[in-house]
T-cell receptor, first 111, second 116 residues
């Protein structure tokens, strides 16, 4: 019940395309859903986060779509750039505290 | 956004020695910090929750005598890997809740520990 399942494991997108990463959770008590970007040898950097009272949140080229009934949420990266190549993690928690992470998605943007 | 500083970024030590890793919240106070461990190409696994002024709470399977956590102030938590062995080699990352209402979780830059 504590798991967060993330897919795909790896993703290759052409420059300018849309990158989509999906996550599903089981614990209905989760109320905080962040996405993190991680480069090799670095800690995760918070990209964007959403609470279950909204279905979508957009910040620049990054959008979270949230489906409470399906217990799923996704990250969309518009106009993907080579600099977006990194590993992306979704996560979930009760409050912004004890996060449970997805398995990660290695995103590669081809020039 | 809030800044979490972690030091050192990389440490190499001999088997049997102890290593201390520091995690500081630079521009906010953090009553709670979290320590994670990450193996290559794997996800982050929560090791323990560090509470200022009280004992840390460890996740199942994490040896509290191996991984000593001290949270002596509102801006500093330390993780000490005692009597380190090669299997303790990993990437260790701390995090702390920040934002106007502690609604966001920020991570340090991580510490790569290599035990020879």
């Amino acid at each position: 019940q504590q798991q967060v399942k993330q897919s795909p494991q790896s993703l290759i997108v052409q420059k300018g395309g849309i990158s989509i990463i999906n996550c599903a959770y089981e614990n209905t008590a989760f109320d905080y859903f962040p996405w993190y970007q991680q480069f090799p040898g670095k800690g995760p950097a918070l990209l964007i986060a959403i609470r279950p009272d909204v279905s979508e949140k957009k910040e620049g080229r990054f959008t979270i779509s949230f489906n409470k009934s399906a217990k799923q949420f996704s990250l969309h990266i518009m106009d993907s750039q080579p600099g977006d190549s990194a590993t992306y993690f979704c996560a979930a928690s009760e409050g912004a505290q004890k996060l449970v992470f997805g398995q990660g998605t290695r995103l590669t943007i081809n020039p | 956004g809030a800044v979490v500083s972690q030091h050192p970024s990389r440490v190499i030590c001999k088997s049997g020695t102890s290593v201390k890793i520091e995690c500081r919240s630079l521009d906010f106070q953090a009553t709670t910090m979290f320590w994670y461990r990450q193996f290559p190409k794997k996800s982050l696994m929560l090791m323990a929750t560090s509470n200022e002024g009280s004992k840390a709470t460890y996740e199942q399977g994490v040896e509290k005598d191996k991984f000593l956590i001290n949270h002596a102030s509102l801006t500093l938590s330390t993780l000490t890997v005692t009597s380190a062995h090669p299997e303790d080699s990993s990437f260790y990352i701390c995090s702390a809740a920040g934002g106007s209402a502690n609604e966001k979780l920020f991570f340090g830059s991580g510490t790569q520990l290599s035990v020879l």
